[in-house]
């Protein structure tokens, strides 16, 4: 199957997911379980949200799919997570051993996307997901994974 023809199909499969989803955190475990088991190099699927009103802020893992990781509370100004968290931006990471602020998950992670999650225009949280393979995350993964974040940003305005 073209790689388009799978990004579109899963699309599909996480717009019937929110829509079937009553809570927030339904869409994040949904959205975890079908990016994990379709996109085959999705090999640690994950949401980080900022805790409310925690000083200084920090981002707690909540639904994840994949090993488990030391890294659940990680403050804005560490790793991946935070820069992608601090600036509101996708950070793409084709290889991990090259970029300085990389916190480790697994040793077999080689490339990283985070997107952030915004909630009426702020950053509530966001999704963060790992390869075994170097640069897995090119244009359409990342508009899908960008698709992703927004819909659980929808949801959380409608929470
Ligand atoms: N690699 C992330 C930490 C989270 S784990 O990958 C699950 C980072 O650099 O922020």
Redesign the pocket.
């Known amino acids: 199957m073209p790689v388009s023809t799978r990004i579109e199909e899963v699309r599909n499969e996480i717009t019937a997911l929110a829509q079937a989803s009553s809570t927030a955190t339904e869409v994040m475990q949904g959205v975890c379980r079908v990016l994990h088991q379709r996109m085959l190099k999705y090999n ?1 699927v ?1 949401f980080y949200m900022l805790e409310s009103g925690a000083t200084p802020p920090m981002l707690v893992l909540e639904a994840f799919v994949g090993a488990m ?1 030391p ?1 659940t509370r ?1 403050p804005l100004n ?5 820069a992608a968290a601090s600036s509101g931006k996708t950070i793409v990471v084709d290889d ?1 051993s090259k970029d300085p ?5 697994s040793l077999e ?1 080689k490339s ?1 996307i ?1 997107v952030p999650i915004f909630v009426r225009g702020q950053v509530a949280g966001e999704l ?1 997901i ?1 390869s075994h393979f170097a640069a897995a995350f090119g244009t359409e993964d990342q508009q899908l994974v960008q698709y992703c974040a927004e819909v659980v940003g929808k949801k959380l305005e409608k929470a």
């Open positions: 640690w994950g990781t890294h990680i560490q790793g991946i997570c935070g991990v602020r990389y916190l480790a998950c992670t990283e985070v963060d790992d």
